[in-house]
């Protein structure tokens, strides 16, 4: 009989103890789950946020195309991108009042050779008096449609001159002359390239020839269009 009483009370013991087991497991798991989180907590508290890092990222360079109401000989920087990589130019504004315009030109790239009646952004390689790589700006009182009739005439002894129209944003609309053809044999590109833009002015026309080697017409060409970007008549 005492034997019969024994065992439901041993089984009784075995029942308080994994209880009691049991009940420290769950406080344990709590506890690294606790830990975890804390240290959770502490690791997104060190870690600067994606906002906090870029309010201190720099701003970007502003474009020639955005430098307005620069003065004369006034220097800025930019980035363009020449041949797929980006580069930093170092920019100086161009205000000429006796022809009417003003521009933005590379000046470590570039020297400005100012006469009474035009400019001319010579390339620092060159020689200035007989420069292969140039951009000149004149001013002429004739229209536009009389100016470009002429300009193509006088080219065509030495290129297929190509006639196309197209804007600048803050010019208007341009008609440009593509002197990149040999006349003599028009399956090849010729030596010496023109680009021509006549921009149309209320009073006559700006003329701004684009003038380069075969061999730098994508890095000049580049350079010359986002001079060209710039490009504004001053309103008389």
């Not at 994606?50 to 004369?72: E, F, M, Y």
Request: proline residues 5%; aromatic residues 8%.
């Amino acid at each position: 009989m005492r034997e019969q009483n024994r065992k439901p009370a041993s089984i009784l013991s075995l029942i308080l103890i994994s209880a009691l087991l049991l009940t420290m497991i769950s406080a344990c798991g709590k506890s690294a789950e606790s830990d975890e989180a804390g240290s959770a907590s502490l690791m997104e508290s060190a870690t600067p946020s994606p906002t906090a890092a870029s309010s201190t990222a720099p701003t970007a360079a502003p474009s020639p195309s955005q430098a307005a109401g620069r003065q004369d000989g006034e220097r800025f920087d930019s980035v363009i991108t020449i041949e797929g990589m980006e580069e930093t130019v170092h920019y100086e504004h161009v205000k000429n009042e006796t022809l009417g315009y003003e521009m933005d030109y590379d000046y470590e790239m570039f020297q400005r050779r100012s006469e009474a009646d035009r400019d001319c952004f010579v390339s620092v390689y060159d020689d200035p008096n007989t420069p292969e790589n140039y951009l000149e700006v004149k001013y002429l009182s004739q229209d536009a449609e009389t100016a470009a009739a002429a300009i193509s005439e006088e080219l065509s002894d030495r290129y297929e001159v190509g006639r196309s129209t197209y804007t600048l944003e803050k010019a208007g609309d341009c008609i440009r002359l593509d002197a990149s053809v040999d006349a003599n044999d028009p399956t090849r590109m010729a030596q010496q390239l023109q680009l021509v833009s006549v921009i149309p002015t209320s009073d006559g026309c700006f003329v701004v020839t684009e003038h380069y080697a075969i061999e730098g017409s994508e890095g000049f060409g580049r350079r010359f269009t986002y001079f060209l970007q710039s490009f504004s008549p001053i309103t008389k």
